[in-house]
């Protein structure tokens, strides 16, 4: 059963517009999400994160949305940049357990068009 | 501190052989995750260990394969008898005990290609 899911397998927009990057879950335990970027041949590298106690969290280009009630979250770029071309993982986790393992969705490969 | 360290990062073995990995976690991390990554999909867990301790392994992990990390720092993963089916990327993470517990640190990998 696929608890994180990317439905896109791949978005492709223009430098300088918006990227907008979806996720879903089903596990209600889930109380922490992440996003990670990824590039070929390289390990994940964590991009931003947001806690189920708030709605949206914000670093400089990128914003995380998170709908609770939909248990949807969405991972704004804005403005787009070719070199945010990569492949970009939805993760969540639950913080009452005590592994915190990750569980990642499929990913969504993204690419800026210049 | 450079990061969490992986060794081999490419790896070409013939089936039925053994293949040993090995992660360097970054040092004051006391958590350390293995994962795995086959084409079109997102990384799977595969086993966490707090310190030395091994407390958790996925069913995924079969008995073909083992994990251990010695005196809480570094970590090997072992699979023996290698089937192509085993063909992926291995992920180490590792991560504190602090705030930011849930945030894993990843190392770049070790690409297994099973002949």
Known sequence: ?114 | DTGVSQDPRHKITKRGQNVTFRCDPISEHNRLYWYRQTLGQGPEFLTYFQNEAQLEKSRLLSDRFSAERPKGSFSTLEIQRTEQGDSAMYLCASSSSGGDRMLHTFGSGTRLTVV
């Open chain 1, 1 to 114: 059963d696929q608890q994180v899911k990317q439905n896109s397998p791949s978005l492709s927009v223009q430098e300088g517009r918006i990227s907008i990057l979806n996720c879903d879950y089903t596990n209600s335990m889930f109380d922490y999400f992440l996003w990670y970027k990824k590039y070929p041949a390289e390990g994940p590298t964590f991009l931003i994160s947001i806690s189920s106690i708030k709605d949206k969290n914000e670093d400089g280009r990128f914003t995380v949305f998170l709908n609770k009630s939909a248990k949807h979250l969405s991972l704004h770029i804005v403005p787009s940049q070719p070199g945010d071309s990569a492949v970009y993982f939805c993760a969540a986790t639950g913080s009452g357990g005590s592994n915190y393992k990750l569980t990642f969705g499929k990913g969504t490969l993204l690419t800026v068009n210049p």
